[in-house]
T-cell receptor, first 114, second 112 residues
Framework: NAGVTQTPKFQVLKTGQSMTLQCAQD?????MSWYRQDPGMGLRLIHYSVGAGITDQGEVPNGYNVSRSTTEDFPLRLLSAAPSQTSVYFCASSSAGAGANVLTFGAGSRLTVL | GDSVTQMEGPVTLSEEAFLTINCTYT??????LFWYVQYPGEGLQLLLKATKADDKGSNKGFEATYRKETTSFHLEKGSVQVSDSAVYFC???????????FGAGTRLTVKP
């Protein structure tokens, strides 16, 4: 089925390790974004992209890097993981911006940093 | 900045009960308003939306009306089912920016 695919679904890291969460969509959406979901805080925007080669920061960008080399892929990199980055991460895409059209979400990636 | 405040949960109801989940917002512009639903182990899915004042969004028996005068977008359903058990998120987004702001989420459990 068409949609947003996130990998891995689960990951355990030690403090200081690095990793990349992968996100791919096959709907030719220009807009892609990463959110983190923490109990009692809803979803908070980490980074977003409005097209290949264009990225920008959201509400909580510190500790995360992104790049957008193709329309389909939008990986999220943790350069030096910290326990505060323990969370569930969601990738979402839209054909035009966050508000103009509906966001399609991936199933999520649960990250634990020890 | 723009923000959303929604009713804290969890909410537990019996099947066929009436549901209201309150949501209020703060925004400088004219945002679009959304309700998303998250079923266990899944990502969020759009439930309904409204893009201007007095619009009513509806889907699967759920309704919400965009009230500019009270800055509210309360979610209602007349008769809930066990299958409605999920976490519900109110959200807003201004057309001119790319940041969708979500409420903290309200967990609904419906018992048979």
């Amino acid at each position: 089925n068409a949609g947003v695919t996130q990998t891995p679904k689960f990951q355990v890291l030690k403090t200081g390790q690095s990793m990349t969460l992968q996100c791919a969509q096959d709907m030719n959406h220009e807009y892609m974004s990463w959110y983190r979901q923490d109990p009692g805080m809803g979803l908070r925007l980490i980074h977003y992209s409005v097209g290949a080669g264009i990225t920008d920061q959201g509400e909580v960008p510190n500790g995360y890097n992104v790049s957008r080399s193709t329309t389909e892929d939008f990986p999220l990199r943790l350069l030096s993981a910290a326990p505060s980055q323990t969370s569930v991460y969601f990738c979402a895409s839209s054909s035009a911006g966050a508000g103009a059209n509906v966001l399609t979400f991936g199933a999520g990636s649960r990250l634990t940093v020890l | 900045g723009d923000s959303v405040t929604q009713m804290e949960g969890p909410v537990t109801l019996s099947e066929e009960a009436f549901l209201t989940i309150n949501c209020t917002y703060t925004a400088t512009g004219y945002p679009s308003l959304f309700w998303y639903v998250q079923y266990p182990g899944e990502g969020l899915q759009l439930l309904l939306k409204a893009t201007k004042a007095d619009d009513k969004g509806s889907n699967k028996g759920f309704e919400a009306t965009y009230r500019k005068e009270t800055t509210s977008f309360h979610l209602e359903k007349g008769s809930v089912q066990v299958s409605d058990s999920a976490v519900y998120f109110c959200a807003l987004s201004d057309y001119n920016n790319n940041d969708m702001r979500f409420g903290a989420g309200t967990r609904l459990t419906v018992k048979p």
